[in-house]
Nanobody, 125 residues
Framework: QVQLVESGGGLVQAGGSLRLSCAAS????????MGWFRRVPGKEREFVAA????????YYADSVKGRFTISRDNAKNTVYLQMNNLKPEDMAVYYC??????????????????WGQGTQVTISS
């Protein structure tokens, strides 16, 4: 099993930037798809971004395209989420997840088998 630990959350003004990090340990990180999800209290957890293990192909939710960038450093067993031009609606707990599913990374949380504990992102307007 892989263990995931997120960091980098915090308080930022609307329009600002944050970079989240997710450090992985355990099973082979380099052959796992990695994803970021977020949850607002009272709502379902939603897909934010994912990156494939083979070619580092990236996928984004429409709500974050052009503002967020997911990347991975296999040498450091770490995946990142660079978040720019943050909006109040981006405020949530952000979760890192790992998937061994075949094919392209999924937007469905059920296909991710390892999760971090989450990191809070708070946006002040």
């Amino acid at each position: 099993q892989v263990q995931l630990v997120e960091s980098g959350g915090g308080l930022v003004q609307a329009g600002g930037s944050l970079r989240l990090s997710c450090a992985a340990s355990g099973r082979t990180f380099s052959t796992s798809h990695m994803g970021w999800f977020r949850r607002v209290p009272g709502k379902e957890r939603e897909f934010v971004a994912a990156i494939s293990w083979l070619h580092a192909t990236t996928y984004y939710a429409d709500s974050v395209k052009g503002r967020f960038t997911i990347s991975r450093d296999n040498a450091k067993n770490t995946v990142y989420l660079q978040m720019n031009n943050l909006k109040p609606e981006d405020m949530a707990v952000y979760y890192c997840a790992a998937s061994r599913a075949l094919g392209s990374p999924s937007t469905l949380e059920g296909l991710y088998d390892a999760w971090g504990q989450g990191t809070q992102v708070t946006i002040s307007s």
